[in-house]
């Protein structure tokens, strides 16, 4: 687990944060608000239309009611405290009571100066406060490689946990193991067919029910290799638990492997089996009882299923129908082993122990399970004395295309395209970025040809070319003598000081971001922000005096690519966020 760490100066709309809140603050004093109001939902941010000033807040409204008072004649107030301060420069009133401010240059100059102390920093933020997050992700089923349809939530997920620590949280990244389910069983049974063939038995054709894939063949030599022939025909009893143990273990050793090649790691990995023997299932059910939301009943007879073919079973059942499910669900077989749901939130009841929220990243296959769950952990932090906030993302499946044709697979002969492959074929860095250029939600494509093609359609080349241009500009500055320096910054114009209104917002941004367990929209800002660079950069191919480098103007130059710097700088921040090297050439 990680340890926050907290940036060193104060940003700009936090400093604008903290004027407005000493603006209300002296309303409030001189009686104009009461001393109760609520103003969680007051806001600084960007106005939708640029042409409108550089911030806008909607104080007035959020707490024109509260005032008793009229959001407009409200906002006139706040907007005549606001005029005081030396950087702002204009304040208007826009509908039912937005303020809009036009703030004077220095305010973005400064900017650039706290990009540049802050460095690294750049966008880090307290609002965590150091409270623990565990965030879930991957957890694929230990039975073979990754695959391309565990990418995009480990990637999420890597990605997420990595923004709430930059936002000031602790964070526990967690994988749950599935090793206590019928899955797991299939696969020692898999390797047991692997280990007669090293043993020279010619196993044919691997039977339907079986894994096939030629992944487990290591597996069973080393098992060959270590026991001979001593379970080759032994009954199962003698070599199932056995054989399990040892291939969950090599089949997690390769998923790790597969997840370092992402630049993934975890600080826990919680084994089902570990979970099931220590009793937290029982521990669950008995708190889920003491609240009525486990009941001893009978399902339902299946759909298509008629009284001869189906016995009536009392099971202990969970009310998920209280949650919207259709019917509720049982939380253990009839065979008296716990089923996936029971399992499943007996350990986030774990989770919950050492947290003070959990975020699962999930497939979308598993919509349907969600709100059983929620309600479920829910029910159960309140009954530990405290309730834990607990959120499920969910992240849609990858398509693979070759040139705009999709990639065939074969599950039944157990080809399929490895993470390892593609990573290997395109790159660490391709991979996670794509991985975030759409909502988790929406459906993505992954085609092998355009994620790699260097051009502005392609987004992961976009952005990392904004950095490569930067530092190769840079470089060209050296060669001349010339070096990045915070001169007379007043030099910088209206175009290079549009680039400090769009860098300034990364702080906001990640907190936006964090608050909303949504790293993806740091890679929509990162494209913003290096749009917003080639478009200044292209300004000098028409107009040579709007070039970094003037070689007849030194002291421009410098504070241009002192400008360039601290834009690459927070092009870096994002990127590491994201998990992605901020390229010094392409």
Known sequence: MSQPQMPQAETLYAAFTAKLDAVLETLTGEGVLPSDANRSAVTVEPPRDASHGDLSTNAAMVL??????????????????????????????????FINLRLEPLAWLNEIQAIAGLGADYGRSAMGAGSTVNVEYVSANPTGPMHMGHCRGAVVGDALASLLEYAGHKVIREYYVNDAGAQVQVLARSVHMRYREALGEDIGEIPEGLYPGAYLAPTGHRLATHYGSRFLNAPEAEWLDLFRTEA???????????????????????????????????????????????????????????????????????????????????????????TYF??????????????????????????????????????????????????????????LLRDGE??????????????????????????????????????????????????????????????????????????????????????????????????????????????AREPHRIAFFLHELAAAFHAYWNLGNDNPRKRFILEDDPELTNVRLFLATQIGQVLKNGLALLGVEAVEEL
Do not use: C
Not at 66 to 85: T, V, W, Y
Not at 369 to 390: D, E, S
């Open 248 to 338: 969950v273990a090599d089949m997690m050793a390769m998923i790790r492997a597969d997840l370092a090649l992402l630049g993934i790691r975890h600080d826990v990995f919680s084994s089902e089996a570990e979970l099931q023997a220590a009793g937290k299932p029982e521990e669950a059910e008995k708190w889920l009882r003491q609240y009525d939301l486990v009941y001893d009943g009978m399902l339902e007879a299946p759909k298509g299923k008629t009284s001869e073919d189906w016995e009536p079973v009392e099971l202990p059942l969970f009310r998920s129908t209280r949650f919207g499910d259709d019917q509720d669900r049982p939380i253990r077989k009839s065979d008296g082993n716990w």
């Open 342 to 399: 029971g399992a499943d939130l007996a350990y986030h009841f774990q989770k919950a122990e050492s947290a003070d929220a959990l975020v699962d990243i999930w497939g979308a296959d598993h919509a349907g399970t969600v709100k059983r769950i929620k309600a479920a952990v829910a029910a159960l932090t309140q009954g530990a004395g405290r309730q834990i906030p607990f959120e499920v993302k969910l992240v849609q499946m990858v398509q």
């Open 406 to 515: 999709p990639v065939k697979m074969s599950k039944r002969a157990g080809t399929f395209v490895t993470l390892a492959d593609v990573v290997r074929e395109v790159g660490k860095d391709v991979v996670r970025f794509t991985m975030l250029t759409r909502k988790p939600e929406a459906q993505m494509d992954f085609d092998f040809a355009k994620v790699v093609e260097a051009s502005k359609d392609n987004p992961v080349f976009y952005v990392q070319y904004a950095h490569a241009r930067i530092r190769s500009t840079l470089r060209k500055g050296a060669e001349a003598g010339l070096a990045p320096k915070d001169g007379d910054l007043a030099l910088l114009g209206e175009e290079e000081l549009g680039l400090v209104k769009i860098a300034a917002q990364f702080p906001r941004m990640v907190e936006a971001a964090a608050t």
């Open 64 to 97: 024109a009611k509260q005032a008793k008072a009229n959001p407009r004649a409200l906002a006139e107030q706040i907007a005549a405290q606001l005029l005081r301060d030396p950087l702002v420069a204009q304040a208007d009133i826009a509908g039912p009571g």
